[in-house]
Nanobody, 125 residues
Framework: QVQLVESGGGLVQAGGSLRLSCTASGRTFGSFAMGWFRQAPGKERDLVAA????????NYADSVKGRFTISRDNAENTVYLQMNSLKPEDTAVYYC??????????????????WGQGTQVTVSS
């Protein structure tokens, strides 16, 4: 079992920044890929960014490239999502997820076995 707890969401004006954190417990953190997904009302849950265990491989949604950065600290069992130049369309519930089947950071949510409870990000115009 892996438990994931997200933090760092909130309300921010367009153009602002937020940093999300996700801390894992229950299993060796450095052995699997981690991802951030988001879901807006009435929409599907989509990849924002994902990172492999060594941080050498990352994947990003096209809509966030150049604005968001995913990183991880395996010693602290934590993955981060730095979000800059936020836009109203970034408003969603953001979920942290762990993919334990391999360390490749897949874009597909179905490959991720463990999920956090989600944190709300609201960007006002």
């Amino acid at each position: 079992q892996v438990q994931l707890v997200e933090s760092g969401g909130g309300l921010v004006q367009a153009g602002g920044s937020l940093r999300l954190s996700c801390t894992a417990s229950g299993r060796t953190f450095g052995s699997f890929a981690m991802g951030w997904f988001r879901q807006a009302p009435g929409k599907e849950r989509d990849l924002v960014a994902a990172i492999g265990w060594s941080s050498s491989i990352t994947n990003y949604a096209d809509s966030v490239k150049g604005r968001f950065t995913i990183s991880r600290d395996n010693a602290e069992n934590t993955v981060y999502l730095q979000m800059n130049s936020l836009k109203p369309e970034d408003t969603a519930v953001y979920y942290c997820a762990a993919k334990v089947s391999s360390d490749y950071p897949s874009r597909t949510s179905g490959f991720y076995k463990y999920w956090g409870q989600g944190t709300q990000v609201t960007v006002s115009s």
